[in-house]
RNA sequence: CGGCGCGUAGCGCAGCCUGGUAGCGCACCUGGUUCGGGACCAGGGGGUCGGAGGUUCAAAUCCUCUCGCGCCGACCA
């Protein structure tokens, strides 16, 4: 492609509200543009990276025995009646009436669609297993779209779904889909982790998350730093074992309990400094609603509440942070003096807490803590786990093991993810079969989600400067760009005649032939990405030469010299053998 | 949904407080000089100031309503 050609618009300026190094790039690269929130149009550039990203997916899917499918994106509401998810997915769900005032919805995700075709088409045991996968626009009225194509109202999702006769069948099928997604994100250049995620409300079933791991992730997920654990904070808590505070702390004598006048000091920012402690000797208590009752829970001041396990805890979906009224109503105090000591009502001491010695905490009166607080002396409460697993506890995986992995927290933004789902749909909608006893049995199904074109982001996410994009090879949208310099006859002959032999070699070229001067092409070259550059200038042709230098290599001079006649042939191998 | 903030030329912004000719940089067009890491000079085109209503002799500016958008949080396969 001659760059003169194309449309590749590429700008100096990111728009004011992009934070994310995929977004701005993406967008000054001129790969994308946003038409609305969480709407954008791809333009050529990005069509041929989202194809190429397409392409992995669809190649290890298919190896993996996969059969795509396609299912419309507009669908009659009653699909999603029939298994309550019209009302269950609330305002996330686009939904719209037809002319004749019936509802439908667009498609946020395929599981009642997938399940008729099964219930249509799959009738006997023998039918099984399958695993039908689509590549298709999604649609969900997120509440916050943000980060360009990381998180979007409309977005590009590989999903499949898998059948199966029984449990110990659905889990070859998911294992299979583990081994695909490894390879997909693998081939992708991508520094990812499998890691245990929170398997919902429906007990007992098995789900993991693919978490690329980039500061601007939305998740936090520990990993360990000696063996191959990984897992989403929600779910390493409960195995997880703090660090020790210090040798002294354990074997210190326990001191009197004290009041202290702490005006103002709420925070616990603000309480360690004037107490003069630090955060692991707080015992943090946050007041939770649950239903109708005030629920004080306690973990220690570096730590956080997980609230999914708060709420699993109290047999509730979900549990809110009390409002100010609600807090002083429940403990007598403002907010940031609240405290287990005396407190009327539940209270949960996560495991870490009830081992701190001689802690501070809040003594449930305005301006005043305690000191030298002790659980059991001082305080009860049930003991269990309820915060987030943090920087440096130990492995639950490995430390009993004697390596003493110590867990590293990461932020991670979730590009795939695998579930059995077991007969929850197919029992909803009557999608059964015969087993060979003639016998009706549910369907066990199992679904894998990847989001191709938050992969794409993703992708940039790992793989930029702070001059622009550096694409892996098989993701790249040319193979190659060659950077004529100036006008002089010779220079156009020899990138003309480079240009026709890449072309015939297999190579994907783009030549930036444009008028300008070399500083905006070389500039436009490191912004968009291209994984070999080619220079074809008067200076190295004088010698016989032309410059190539991947885009890793940031320093010009570092440049090969490669002689002009044999340059197609080398930098042809050199392509092929990047993509083999 | 809660908190904060933003809508002025294709993009990035100033002007608004204190009402009185709508500006700057980039991009774009013309001419010239330049030409190996985002050139320079001269000239030029382009804006219903998000929308509606109100106050006023006069509104980008003040008031009311409304729409759109963003950041933080909550939520979320």
Redesign the pocket.
């Known amino acids: 492609m001659l760059w003169s050609r194309a449309l590749i618009p590429?700008?100096?300026?990111?728009?004011?509200?992009?934070?994310?190094a995929s977004?701005i790039f993406l967008t000054?690269a001129g790969y994308i543009r946003?038409v609305?929130?969480?709407?954008y149009d791809f333009l050529p550039l990005g069509v041929k990276v989202l194809k190429n990203v397409e392409a992995i997916v669809r190649r290890e899917m298919n190896r993996a025995g996969a059969l795509e499918v396609l299912m419309p994106q507009l669908l009659p509401g009653e699909y999603f009646k029939e298994t309550g998810r019209w009302d269950l997915y609330g305002d996330?769900l686009f939904r719209l009436k037809d002319r004749k005032g019936g509802d439908f919805n667009l498609g946020?995700?395929h599981e009642e669609i997938i399940t008729d075709i099964a219930r249509r088409e799959i009738r006997s045991y023998r039918d099984m297993p399958k695993n039908l996968y689509q590549i298709q626009t999604?649609f969900?009225d997120?509440?916050?779209?943000?980060?360009g194509l990381l998180?979007c109202r409309e977005?590009s999702?590989k999903?499949a779904y898998s059948f199966d006769v029984d449990e110990e069948s659905a889990k070859k099928s998911y294992e299979e889909m583990r081994v695909a997604y490894n390879k997909i994100f693998t081939q992708m250049g991508l520094n990812f982790r499998m890691v245990a995620a929170d398997s919902?409300a429906i007990g007992g079933n098995t789900s993991a998350e693919f978490q690329v791991l980039v500061d601007s992730g939305?998740?936090a997920i520990v990993v360990c730093d000696t063996c191959d654990y990984a897992a989403n904070v929600e779910v390493a808590s409960a195995a997880a074992k703090p660090a020790k505070v210090s040798e002294a702390a354990t074997t210190v004598r326990l001191a009197d309990k004290q009041k202290v006048h702490t005006p103002g000091h709420g925070s616990i920012e603000d309480i360690t400094k004037f107490l003069k402690v630090s955060a692991p000797e707080m015992l943090k208590s946050l007041v939770y609603v649950a239903g109708k009752d005030a629920v004080l829970v306690v973990v220690r001041g570096d730590h956080e509440v997980n609230?999914?396990r708060v709420a699993r805890l109290l047999g509730v979906?979900?549990?809110?942070?009390a409002s100010d009224a609600e807090v002083e109503r429940a403990t007598g105090a403002k907010v940031g003096f609240a405290g287990p000591v005396g407190f009327k009502g539940r209270v949960l001491v996560d495991r870490a807490a009830s081992l701190v010695v001689n802690g501070a905490t809040g003594a449930n009166e305005t301006d005043y803590h305690f000191t030298g607080v002790n659980f059991s002396r001082d305080y009860e409460g049930e003991v269990v786990d309820v915060r987030l697993a943090a920087n440096g506890d130990l492995c639950p995986n490995c430390a009993n093991a004697g390596k003493n992995g110590k867990l590293t927290l990461y932020k991670g933004i979730?590009?795939g993810?695998i579930?059995i789902l077991g007969t929850k749909y197919s029992t909803a909608m009557s999608a059964s079969f015969l087993d060979p006893a003639q016998e009706k049995k549910p369907i066990v199904m199992g679904?894998y989600?990847i989001?191709v074109s938050?992969l794409v982001a993703t992708i940039v996410e790992q793989h930029h400067d702070a001059?622009?994009i550096s694409w892996p090879w098989r993701i790249a949208p040319y193979h190659v760009e060659i950077v004529s310099?100036?006008?002089d006859a010779a220079v156009l002959e020899a990138a003309t005649k480079l240009y026709a032999d890449l072309q015939a070699r297999g190579v994907e070229v783009l030549w930036d032939d444009r008028?300008?001067?070399?500083?905006?092409k070389?500039?436009?070259?490191?912004?968009i990405g291209i994984p070999l550059?080619v220079?074809?200038?008067?200076?190295?042709?004088a010698a016989g030469n032309v410059?190539v230098?991947p885009r890793t290599e940031?320093d010009?001079k570092k440049?090969e010299l490669v002689p002009v006649a044999s340059a197609a042939q080398i930098i042809a191998d050199r392509v092929h053998a990047a993509l083999a």
């Open positions: 590429t700008v100096k300026e990111a728009p004011a509200d992009a934070t994310s977004h000054r946003k609305g929130a969480g709407m996330v946020p995700t999604k969900r997120e509440p916050r779209p943000r980060g998180r977005f999702m999903d919902g939305e998740d609230e999914i979906n979900e549990v809110f942070l979730e590009a993810h579930f679904c989600g989001g938050r001059e622009g310099i100036g006008k008028d300008e001067r070399p500083g905006v070389f500039k436009d070259a490191d912004l550059r220079t074809v200038g008067g200076k190295g042709l410059e230098k940031l010009p440049a």
